[in-house]
């Protein structure tokens, strides 16, 4: 079946370091692969998301590159922020799955100044 | 104006009782999904709706009844609860087909603790 491993959490940074949190997947056809940010007390929202091989999704810093070699799909950021404190989800979908999301077990970040 | 929405926020009942959550969106979506977060954060899907009609059905007990009355609404019925049903329980919407984004979108989560 499909299936995400995540690195375990919590994660806890200073300030402007470098973040990265590891994903890789398992998969019976080719997904798609998406990170969802989980802030403290909120529902999900979509942080980035990649559809092919080679695809680096990116948004508020955040990257992900989508590499079917190693069938992984690291989230970084160059310099976190206080702010970005939430749990981060790596996810996937795969066609025909009825647009199921199988997610992985999450990573807590916390940014301390 | 909230894309998502969920009532209640939070939910405490007595095991053996029965409950319900409801869940709207605003965006136009054709699809809809329940997810349940345990206390450990894992995610997973319980069942998604695709313009009414039930798509996805995990294996969650058939004490857990969804019903969408139409697109924009998806209900969650819980009955006989447990002490296992404690955790929070996301309502999320997407569109598919060819106005697809990929993108689901979550509502804020209804904590249901069961004592």
């Known amino acids: 079946g499909d299936s995400v491993t995540q690195m375990e959490g919590p994660v806890t940074l200073s300030e402007e370091a470098f973040l990265t949190i590891n994903c890789t997947y398992t998969?019976?056809?080719?997904?798609?692969l998406f990170w969802y940010v989980q802030y403290p007390g909120e529902g999900l929202q979509l942080l980035l998301k990649a559809t092919k091989a080679d695809d680096k999704g990116s948004n508020k810093g955040f990257e992900a590159t989508y590499r079917k070699e190693t069938t992984s799909f690291h989230l970084e950021k160059g310099s976190v922020q206080v702010s970005d404190s939430a749990v981060y989800f790596c996810?996937?979908?795969?066609?025909?799955?009825?647009?199921?999301?199988?997610f992985g077990t999450g990573t807590q970040l916390k940014v301390e100044l | 104006d909230t894309a998502v929405s969920q009532t209640p926020k939070y939910l405490v009942t007595q095991m053996g009782n029965d409950k319900s959550i409801k869940c709207e969106q605003n965006l136009g979506h054709d699809t809809m999904y329940w997810y349940k977060q345990d206390s450990k954060k894992f995610l997973k899907i319980m069942f998604s709706y695709n313009n009414k009609e039930l798509i996805i059905n995990e294996t969650v007990p058939n004490r857990f009844s969804p019903k969408s009355p139409d697109k924009a609404h998806l209900n969650l019925h819980i009955n006989s609860l447990e002490l296992g049903d404690s955790a929070v329980y996301f309502c999320a919407s997407s569109s598919t087909g060819a106005t697809s984004t990929d993108t689901q979108y979550f509502g804020p989560g209804t904590r249901l603790t069961v004592l």
């Open positions: 998969a019976t056809g080719y997904p798609s």
């Open positions: 996810a996937l979908k795969v066609a025909g799955g009825g647009n199921k999301l199988t």
